[in-house]
């Protein structure tokens, strides 16, 4: 369905232009600042962004550059209250299809998006956006997919890969393609040797479905290497079988972990996201704290009793679980119930910890309601 994510952090502007877009007939998804449209941008697939230039946290131009750099070519517009031509052109330069210089008439808004899209080659969109949709044109995001005609392949890289990190497997191409038209995806590994399968066609068939994702191959390892040959024939990388712990982590560190720390709220649900390799780094955890406890008064904000924080991609360390102790602390403060959602390891470093011990915790989302919720101890 068409859908639309705006990103600015002045709540009247932001809700004004979502409300306005809503009425053109599109459904609009909301973000407060660039690390929060970010981390929009990896649970769901937009047609288009319209995104301030001046925010905290990560502004426009950064944010835009990051979408750049890991291949999202969304098309976006920006909103700059800089009418100087030199700030202009600077923000056309950095890859925007067109541009508004705030505060502009909502009739100057209706054409520019119906204007971006139809360069942008989706004229459809605008056609058949007449009316208010109920639901975002959201697709669910898994990090790993995994093709092999050897169902013992896709076991083995399950009990290589961390538990955080979320895996679909499939031993034909045909069901693989389908949930490629459902799913997103970050990483998509090929065996090359599937019986009756062209596997650079097959790659090819994923990459124009999942045009962001890294596309890799599975090969069995041998004295000769394959890997120019095989980016000629259009794959990304390559994997070598039988699999070795320390080039799977590789594989991840490169293709699967993000690059930054996401702290994205969604009503009363709290979205945590920590690279492995940043667990240990101060700055980065003092961000993460600051960032938690924003979203937690921002919870507080609007009402709600509870919140839920989700810290399935999150590397659990003892520093990081007492930093929750201190979030817990933070949420009684503010009249909230803290309910964290997680997988086995963040259950066992929880209940390690006196301070976390006692909060509910739920091994997903839809879980964490009360009927649902169990305590650590």
């Known amino acids: 369905m068409p859908s639309v994510l705006t990103i600015d952090d002045d709540d009247v502007s932001r809700i004004s232009v979502s409300k306005f877009i809503e009425s053109m007939g599109f459904e609009v998804a909301q973000a407060t600042n660039g690390a929060e449209g970010l981390a929009a941008l990896e649970e769901c697939r937009f047609d288009l962004i319209v995104l301030d230039v001046m925010m905290p946290v990560v502004d426009g131009p950064s944010m835009l550059a990051a979408m750049r750099d890991r ?44 204007s971006v899209l139809q360069r942008s080659g989706r004229a459809d969109i605008v056609q058949q956006s007449t009316g208010p949709r109920t639901r975002a044109g959201c697709r669910p995001l898994v990090d790993l997919l995994i093709v092999d005609d050897m169902e013992n392949v896709s076991r083995r890289l399950r009990v290589l890969v961390p538990a955080r990190i979320t895996l679909d497997s499939f031993n034909q191409p045909g069901p693989a393609l389908s949930s490629a038209r459902e799913k997103m995806y970050r990483a998509i590994l090929i065996d090359t040797e599937m019986p009756d399968t062209d596997s ?31 980016r000629e024939r259009g794959f990304g990388t390559v994997l070598h079988k039988p699999f070795i712990r320390g080039e799977v982590d590789a594989f991840i560190a490169r293709n699967l972990e993000r690059k930054e720390c996401v702290v994205h709220r969604d009503a009363s649900h709290i979205k945590v996201s920590l690279p492995t390799g940043q667990a240990g780094d101060r ?31 999150v590397p659990m360390t003892d520093e990081i679980a007492e930093r929750l102790g201190t979030a817990a602390s933070q949420a009684s403060a503010l009249g909230l119930r803290l309910v964290v959602v997680g ?35």
């Open 283 to 313: 700055d980065r955890l003092n961000e993460l704290s600051s960032a938690l406890a924003a979203a937690l008064k921002d919870v507080a904000g609007a009402s709600f009793a509870e919140a839920v924080v989700d810290l399935n991609g």
């Open 200 to 230: 650079a066609l097959f790659a090819q068939q994923m990459r124009e479905l999942q045009p962001t994702a890294a596309i890799a191959a599975l090969v069995r390892r041998s004295p000769r290497d394959l890997t120019l040959e095989l």
């Open 343 to 377: 997988n086995p390891e963040v259950r066992d470093a929880l209940a390690s910890s006196d301070a976390t011990r006692p909060l509910p915790f739920s091994d997903s989302f839809d879980a964490a309601r009360p009927a649902g919720q169990r305590s650590l101890t």
């Open 71 to 114: 291949g999202d070519r969304t098309p976006v517009i920006m909103l700059t209250a800089e009418s100087r031509r030199p700030v202009v052109a600077s923000v056309m330069k950095s890859g925007i299809l067109d541009y508004i210089v705030k505060p502009f008439p909502f009739e100057e808004l209706r054409r520019k998006v119906a």
